[in-house]
């Protein structure tokens, strides 16, 4: 059979369906209308980018050791005793960390190279540089003659997580290093690397039980016992798996035998055509494990409509996307869904049902189900971020995407991390919780580590959007209004663009204070190109006036949209834009309700707030809640600027004060992102 070959085991036969063989390059028939800075993009001195960068450099400088991430690539290429001892969760004994949950191999390292390759390819930093080349030089020196990269050894290919988690943060970090190697480096890259990783794991030669990962009735009853029932299909498999062969495919070294292996023995048919029709059963329902990690195979699938053009993709993609949207993302743009179920048996287990928006956390908070149904875990907004910058680069003037990108970055990503650069403790959060206490910071090498550090260094590419390369139009997108620039070659007059944004974000609290965007270059005349600058939609209501040099009336634009500039610039043009913020309140209506309350969250332009009373005493312990005696539908009316503080505001309580301030500024204090009010009526 040409799909189809016959194997034995010590109790039975089956069919095996053969892995896609094609060799060939794979393209984009849908390509990108924009594409995403890699390089030029210079961060604004003390801005929170900035800062989130520099905390970035100290987590991974301090908590990540060479000989501690080779450890288990040095072990699996023949070393018994390598220098060192594997931490955090490469830390294990036969293959189990603390005795039950599965050990990670190499994740560690790949955590470190997601981070130190995003931020390496913006800026040079000769410490980080070297443990970066010291990690390359150590994966690359234990790759085996068939190509196989990965630390854990390869008959363990099938053990949980290893086919899709473990493989999935390789692929990511290889990836995310090799932009930050230089060109002309000697090979092999650590693209070269990935790809020979991926070669393996898709070859039926070297991994020939990959396509029996996933059984046909989705269960455990016809897992040849050869497999055991530790596999990796049962966890994540599907949601994890698939994304290290689509960034292998839209990557320069793309093959079609990457497309090929998703269609033929990845795919879930039914679970796309849920998707399309916009079923929400098949998000918190999702079998066999709903979780956030669903938005990183939303990340492949859509990855799947460029590559091949099939629409299936494209709409099932939409309806996931409008779903989560609607229904799994708290005020401020964090995950409301978590793991904690089968997706099969709702008697028990924790489950998040759509628009459930749960608010528990602290250890002493126990839901409706007598369970703790933590969300906002830093894995899926990462997720949720690249999700939509997907959707952007193949539609970059609908300003929803870059809208969910903004506040994920500022109300997640960076609230995320440590206080300041050489605080007592460094880390990342695995989860923002929005009531009670922030979670404490982890320094263990979690996913939500690996993928947090992949965050801030990517932060510089989200702020603004280019042309594909070979493309004939000049057009630079403005995203995001952080005071930085990019420094970008023109393709037909040969001589640098750069565009630098001037602004107090996320702090624009007066609409007469402009935003400005300065356009400057090297040639003699002017130049033709296309500016697009991003109108948000908390700028309205009303129209946002742009400016124009002396015009300071050049055009009237709408919140939520992006307003195209095609002109013949001169060096020192300059574009004013009369952005302004505002406080905004949103209702609660998930699951953890107070009773004869009613609870509201509040933002300040994107900025989500989180109210922190001065003393533990305004705290109502017998509701545990903050209780406010004001109108939470006119907020300007009661809460009062801080002055000299920027995004802050303050109102009395009791014998004290409770100050709202942007929830990235939070750290250990006692705070809620939603207070309680006397109960509004609904109109």
Known sequence: SELYTVVATNDTEYWL???????????????????????????????????????????????????????WFRHRAGDPSPPGTPTGWDRCDHNLRNGSAMCLKGTVASAFLMGAGGILRWREHPTLRQRFNKVIDGIRDAVASDGFAAAFAPNE??????PSYVTSWLVHGLLEADVAVPAGSLPPRPIDVARGMVDWYSAQQTNPRLPEFLPADRTTSNIPSMFGNTTGHQIYLISQGIIHHTRMATSVRGRMRDV????????????????????PNGIWLKRWFP?????????AYLDMYSLTGESKYHDAMVGAWEMFRENWIHLGGSMAINEGSDGLDTSKGLWYPPKSYYLEGDPHDVGPAGGRHVTGETCGSVFWIKFNQRFHRLNPTSEQYTAEIERSLLNIGIANQAPSVGSPQTGIRYFALLHGHKEAMTNISTCCEGQGTRLHGSLPEYIFSIPPAGTTEFSVFVNLYVSSSITILHPTVHTNMTFQISSDFPAIEQASKLTTVTVTH????????????????????G??????????????????????IERRWTSGDSVSVGLRMKLTSTRYIGLNQVNGSTRFGFEFGP???????SSASLWNSATN??????????????????????????VRLGAGTVEFMPYYEVNDQLMTVFPCFPPVVVA
């Open 291 to 299: 979780h956030n990690y669903e938005v990183t195979a939303f990340e």
């Open 543 to 564: 129209s946002v006036v742009v400016g124009l040099n002396h015009n300071e009336s050049y055009a009237l634009a709408a919140p939520g949209s992006y307003l195209r």
């Open 260 to 279: 090929e292996l998703v269609q033929t023995l990845y795919e879930e048919d039914e679970w796309l055509a849920q998707l399309s029709m916009k079923n």
């Open 625 to 650: 809640c903050l209780h406010l005696p004001h109108d939470p539908e006119q907020p300007v009316e009661w809460l009062q600027p801080v002055v000299g503080t920027p995004l802050h505001f303050s």
């Open 157 to 162: 290919i099938m053990y949980r997580e290893n």
């Open 17 to 71: 369906r053969k892995s896609p063989t094609s060799t060939k390059p794979s393209r984009l028939a849908v390509p990108y209308v924009v594409d995403v800075p890699t390089r030029g993009v210079s961060l604004g001195e003390g801005t929170v980018f900035a800062r989130s960068v520099e905390l970035c450099i100290d987590y991974l400088l301090r908590v990540y050791s060479v000989d501690e991430m080779l450890w």
């Open 522 to 541: 090297g040639a003699s005349l002017v130049v033709l190109a296309t500016l697009h600058l991003r109108i948000p939609r908390w700028a309205g209501p």
């Open 607 to 613: 900025t989500l707030l989180a109210a922190v009373p």
